[in-house]
C-alpha cells in the first residue's frame, strides 16, 4: 500500500519530503502489465524515460519494468538467459535522447540497447579483459553526444564507445589517483568532466575532457561526506552528485566542490530509512531512491 504520511527529515542542508513507497512483493515472478504493484525483488538501478515513466532493473529476475506517473507497472522486457536480448543479472540503466535503454547486463559481460519498447538494437561487447570487452560490469551512462560510459566493474575501469566501437579506457586496478577498485558507476558533468564512483575507495574520482584526473571527493568510511562500498551515482541539472552510499545506508548530496548538500537516512525498513540503496533517479523536483535491501522505491519531494 502507498504510504502517504509526508515525512521530513533534515540532512546537512535542505529537506526531502517522503511522498510514496513502493513496496515490490517478491512473489509472483511474471506480472502482468498494469499491475498496481509490480513483483520483484531487490531493484538496482532507475532511469527516467523522456515519457515521464520510471525503469527499474531487476538482477533477480532477469529483466527491466517500467512505471508510469501513477508507478504501476506498465512494460517489462528481458527473459533469463545469455542469447541476444536476455538478460543475466541486469543493474546499470541509462537513456539516450531518442529513448534508447540502455542495459548493464552485469552477469552476462556486456551492455545492451533496446528501443522504448522493449526490442533489442544491438549488443555492445563480451567477456575478457581487452578493450571493448566486460567483466560484470555495472554501471552505464550514454552522454548527450552518443558516448557510452561503461563502469566495467571488476576490470577496475571505466571504457568510453562511440557507435559501438571503444574510444578510450581510463584507469585500471590500484590505489593511485586515476586507479580504481570496482568501479560502480560513471557519469558526465555539464563541463564535460567525467565522475566515476570508485566503491572500493569510497569516492568519486573526476576526470576532465582529456582523461587527466582532476580530484576526488570522499573517502572510505562512515562520517559525513565519507562513503562506504557505494553502489549508484547520478549528476542532476546542476551538476550537484547524488549517491547511494550503500554500506552506510543513506543518500548523500555533494557540491561540484566535494562540500556536502545533504545527507539522508539511516539504516532501517521505515518509510524514511534504507538497507543497502543501490541505484538514484534526480529530477527537478523528485528523488526516486532503489531501496534495495527492502525490496522496494521510495518517492521524494525535494526542497
Known sequence: ???????????????????????????????????????LMGPFDLAQMPDGNLLVSDPAHYRVIGLDRDLKQVASFGDPGSHAGFLNFPK???IDSAGSVYVADSNNCRV????????LKSV?????SIGG???TPQGVFVAPDGRLFVADTRNHRVQIFRNG??????????????????????????????????????MVKIFDKNLQFVKSIGKDGTAPGSLRMPQG?????????????TGNHRI???????????????????????????GLAVTTDKLFVADNGNSRIQVFAKN
Open 92 to 94: 546499470g540503466l541509462s
Open 165 to 202: 566501437e571503444v574510444e578510450a579506457i581510463i584507469g585500471e586496478l590500484g590505489d593511485a589517483n586515476d586507479q580504481f577498485r570496482l568501479p560502480t558507476a560513471v557519469g558526465v558533468n555539464s563541463q564535460g568532466e567525467i565522475l566515476i564512483l570508485d566503491s572500493k575507495h569510497g
Open 112 to 119: 545492451q540497447v533496446f528501443d522504448s519498447t522493449g526490442k
Open 233 to 245: 551515482m547520478k549528476i542532476d541539472a546542476s551538476d550537484d552528485i547524488w549517491v547511494a552510499d
Open 1 to 39: 500500500m502507498r504510504r502517504r504520511e509526508f515525512i521530513k527529515s533534515v540532512g546537512m542542508v535542505g529537506v526531502f519530503s517522503l511522498l510514496s513507497t513502493i513496496p515490490l512483493h517478491a512473489a509472483g515472478y511474471g506480472s502482468k502489465s498494469g499491475s498496481k504493484s509490480p513483483d
Open 252 to 278: 548523500q548530496k555533494f557540491g561540484t566542490d566535494g562540500t556536502v548538500r545533504a545527507l539522508y537516512g539511516k539504516q532501517g525498513s521505515g518509510p524514511d530509512e534504507f538497507k543497502s540503496p543501490t
Open 133 to 135: 570487452s566486460f567483466a
Open 124 to 128: 555492445i561487447g563480451s567477456i575478457g
